[in-house]
């Protein structure tokens, strides 16, 4: 838990703590000010989010580098392994695009001037 943000928990489980996030993040709008608790829980699932992407990106980066150098390997791999890792690549492009959604949404919400709504019609600051 963040001291300034009681709704950060778990830093180093986000696909954990997002999902729930968003579930209590309802009611929200671009064109009404957030509670202090939505900001909260908007600051905490936008965070979640983008440290995930870190992580599945460090993640696939290291993935290739061990190919890379089992490749180099006179003895190979087996194939059922390439395929799951190839699987494996594919769902987390998705997951990345659903992460990257979530943290524009979540700034979206925590920054309506960008969406070019007047002031006092978005969120609070």
């Known amino acids: 838990m963040s001291a300034n943000n009681p709704e950060l928990k778990n830093i180093d489980r986000p696909g954990y703590e997002l999902p729930s996030l968003l579930q209590r993040f309802v009611g929200a709008s671009y064109f009404t000010p957030l509670t202090p608790e939505q900001r909260q829980i908007a600051e905490a699932a936008q965070a979640h989010a983008y440290n995930q992407q870190g ?7 290291s993935i290739g580098q061990l190919l890379y150098m089992a490749g180099e390997n006179d003895e190979g791999l087996d194939s059922q ?12 492009a998705v997951q990345l695009e659903h992460l990257n959604d979530v943290g524009l949404s979540m700034e979206n919400y925590l920054n309506p001037d960008r969406l070019g709504i007047p002031k006092g019609k978005g969120a609070a600051k």
Not at 55 to 61: E, P, R
Not at 81 to 92: A, E, F, K, Q, Y
């Open 55 to 61: 992580t599945i990106v460090s993640g696939i980066g």
């Open 81 to 92: 392994h390439l395929r799951n890792i190839g699987l494996l690549i594919s769902d987390l």
